[in-house]
Structures are given as C-alpha cells and as structure tokens.
C-alpha cells in the first residue's frame, strides 16, 4: 500500500484512537513513517513532534540527540506554513510491524491518554494559523539544543515539543499557550547545561596548555 492509498486516521477522535484505528488498517502488514504520516492527515505535524519529542526525551543522550534533525526539519515546515510534513525518502520508507507498533502504543497508552484528559479543542484560533508557525519557529530552537550534548538537552526540550505536538493536534489553544511557555524554560535549561559542559571541559583543557 503506497502512501497515496494509504488508510486516513479519523480527524474527530483524540489522536491516540485515530493512531490505533490507523494500525488497525494494516494489521498483519507493515507500515511506513510515510504512510503514518499521510494517514493522520492534518494532524501529521503533530504526531511527527510527539513521536520524535517522546523519542528525544526518553533514548539515551547520544541516541536522543539523533533527533534533533529530523525535528528541525519538520519544525521548519512548519514554521514556512506547510499544511502537512513532508518526509524525505529514506525515512518514509523505515517500517515497522503494525501489529508491533500497535502493541508499543498500548503499553502506552496509559500514560498518553492523561495528556489527552487535559489536550481538546478549545480556543483553537491559538492552535492553528500564525500560532503553529510560531510553535515551528519554537520547535528549531528546541531541535537544536537536542543535537547538542550534554546532560538536559534531550529531555527537556523533547518533553516541550512533545507537548508542542498534542497542541497542534488537538486544535488545543490552551495547551498551546503552556507549551510555548514550557517551551521557552526547556530551551534556557538546555542551553544553560550545554553552556555549563562547554566551559568545564574548556576549563579542564585549559589545564594541559
């Protein structure tokens, strides 16, 4: 099943339902980066930042510092006003078992559906528009830091995106707004830490010179 054909999630059902019904379509099959993101429509930008927030924030730090690029792409299609990510060839074609991802999202599922208790649409004006570009331009900034290493620069500013894409998904204005502010306190926390390794490795180099 190319991405063309490719089963859409429902729009109107909290994103975690319209994932599962997504893999419910190709139960038994694999399924592609590029055929997920196709199938949720217009909440792909969304599930693109909750999926590379959550895997930024949780991997090990070099593993989660990987990606901050493909973060920083999205976040940049974003930000230029694209309507739905484009994902370039060699991570489209990445596949996993449907029945696999399925299984991963309802381990899962526990811990997502608490932020989908409190993400809905409301105020939605402050989720889409000028504000999303705004979450983009957010979102590089946040990117950036995860491609810097050290202690804090992953997690924070994976969570902060993360947040950034149940907003975007969920029309959620309100969250919006407290993903911004997360946001920037991820940012100035990474970049402090990456700042702190910087100079004490400076400092600790300085010595044998």
């Known amino acids: 099943m190319t991405e063309a054909n490719a089963p859409v999630a429902p729009q109107d059902v909290p994103l975690v339902t319209a994932m599962l019904h997504l893999l419910d379509g190709k139960a038994g099959q694999q399924v592609t980066l590029g055929e997920f993101v196709a199938g949720m429509g217009a909440r792909g930008f969304g599930f693109c930042f909750i999926v590379f927030g959550i895997l930024a924030a949780i991997s090990l ?13 999205f976040a940049a299609q974003l930000m230029w006003g694209l309507k739905q990510p484009w994902v370039p060839g060699f991570l489209a074609r990445r596949s996993i078992s449907a029945d696999n991802a399925k299984k991963t999202l309802e381990r899962a599922q526990r811990w997502l559906k608490r932020i989908e208790l409190f993400a809905k649409p409301r105020v939605s004006w402050l989720a889409g528009g000028l504000m999303a570009r705004l979450a983009g331009l957010f979102a590089v900034f946040l990117a950036a830091v995860i491609l810097m290493p050290g202690p804090f620069t992953n997690n924070p500013p994976g969570v902060a995106i993360t947040l950034l894409g149940f907003a975007l998904a969920e029309r959620d204005g309100i969250l919006m707004l407290i993903a911004l502010v997360a946001s920037v306190l991820a940012f100035v926390l990474g970049l402090s830490a990456f700042i702190a390794v910087a100079l004490a490795v400076w400092a600790w180099a300085s010595g044998y010179f």
């Open 61 to 73: 730090p070099g593993v989660g510092s990987l990606m901050g690029a493909p973060l920083i792409l």
